[in-house]
């Protein structure tokens, strides 16, 4: 005999399909709320069927012990969410724009109070149920997962990106997202939503900008550059054209940050003509971005404790201004360590001062965090311990991203990392030091422990600077030979400097300009390949001695 039930067919004395499917979901929320409540060991099979308002023969036939019923439940629980809410289509036509959609439902759902105390239970179970605490989060990435890999997939194939393994990418965009709210708040720890909307748009700006590949092909809203007559009959030197170049991107040592292979140094546009008229500056700087460089380092600019070029900060100031609506897609530098001597607290590498330069950075550019803050010298009158305490503490308090260092000797530099490695502290990712065809002496011993260590080398490159071809007077041979490699190539000895970095470890090269037509000058070094033929004939002049 079969009876109906809501239009569906079932024998005598037994539930519907839509009954057995209501009678699993109170079952599962009931269990969930029951170890919640009560925890693992505190949770029985009773307690459960009671509170599921089931008999527990029902339950044992569904679920054979209490091990079986925690794993699934809360697996079930953990992507329960994911099934409810598919409400994000239609996404927005604009890859960046889709990308930040899916990015504001993952931040939610990592939030979520629901998902944070179970994922508080898989961290308090983890020693018990290894197995359950390596999936916890894992289970719940796949209809997501799944969704940016359909909008990747779509822009490929309409050739807006180029992807090298879309399942891995959407798997890093999720963890760039999601990962470190949720383990946050799974210690009771949340960001304001301000901040972690501005991580947000930071994610996808990096993970656009580092993780995809776009085509070579692809539009800048730069200008082209002039060709070489048209420079020349400017008195500006040759010129490379613009569309034979494009950006590229590399990750900073062994760190998931990603930063332009140039990077624009902002000290320079408060000491030139541009000092006077901060449109042209901030005018700079968006010509940079524009031109896809993300990485601008405030370094001499007047931080706290240095006798910069711009002791009160104005150009800092200056480019927090600029970066105002575009803070999502900059890498922002800085520094501290270098004493002033205007006071006993106002440099060095102690704790005070390095507390005191970083929030005094922070005011100027008006953000609440940096992506690198740089040890820009060496105190040893202030303990290694101290110092890499006093870095640590700003990573962990959300106030610097990552730690560099900058002008050390290789020994001490080797030291930091030691301690940072002993104490369990941030490590430095990067080193900042002078390199070019005169200035090679980081390849003695600093290149090869940048290698080891796994640091990126941002290089400072002064080519043009009076003080620099001064100091290197003694290398004239090699002025005279890029002098004249530029001139057979048709580019400027700055450019040739340039391009010849490029293809040495160096991760990214940060440019002194005072003005747009400098900047362009400077950007077209990226078109620029150098002959094998001139390239040892420069390796051979400029090769360091001893």
Known sequence: MESRAGGERSRAGRPTATEAARLTERLRRAAVDTFLESGYDGTTMEAVAQAAGITKSTLYARYPDKRTLFIAVSSWALTRQERDERVLEPLPDDLAESLTVI????????????IVRLSRMAIAESARFPEFAASS?????????QLIIDVLRRHESAGTVVVGDVDLAAEQFFAMVGAMPAWLAAYGIYRTP???EEHLHHAVSLFLNGVLARPETRPHPTEAARPAEAARAAGEGPAVPRASWS????????????????????????AGPADHDERAAIGVIHRFLDAGGNLLDTTAAGDVGRGGTDPDGAAVELCGRAVRDR???????????????????????????????CEATLRRLRTDYLDLLQLDADDPTTPLEETIDALDDLVRAGKVLYVGVA?????????ALSVSDRLGRARFISFRGPYGLLSRELEHEHLPLLAEEGLGLISTNSLRSPEHMHRHRHRHA??????????ELGCTATQLSLAWQLTRPVTSITLDVASAAQLDEHLAALGIEIPTEIAAALEQVSRPQG
């Not at 989060?137 to 997962?145: C, H």
């Not at 002008?407 to 030291?415: A, D, E, G």
């Open 407 to 415: 002008n050390l000797h290789v020994y001490r530099v080797m030291k």
């Open 478 to 487: 090699t002025v005279a030979a890029t002098e004249a490699a530029a001139a």
């Open 247 to 270: 950006m590229e991107y590399r990750r900073l040592g062994r760190s998931g940050l990603n930063v332009s292979r140039l990077a624009l140094g902002v000290a320079a546009l408060g």
């Open 103 to 114: 990015a504001r439902a993952i931040l939610a759902r990592s939030v979520d109070p629901d």
């Open 327 to 357: 803070r999502s897609s900059v890498v922002l530098a800085s520094s501290v360590g270098r004493p002033s001597g205007q006071g006993p607290h106002d440099g060095g590498n102690s704790r005070r001062h390095i507390r005191a330069a």
């Open 137 to 145: 989060q894992a289970v719940t990435w796949s209809p997501r997962v």
């Open 194 to 196: 301000e901040v972690e």
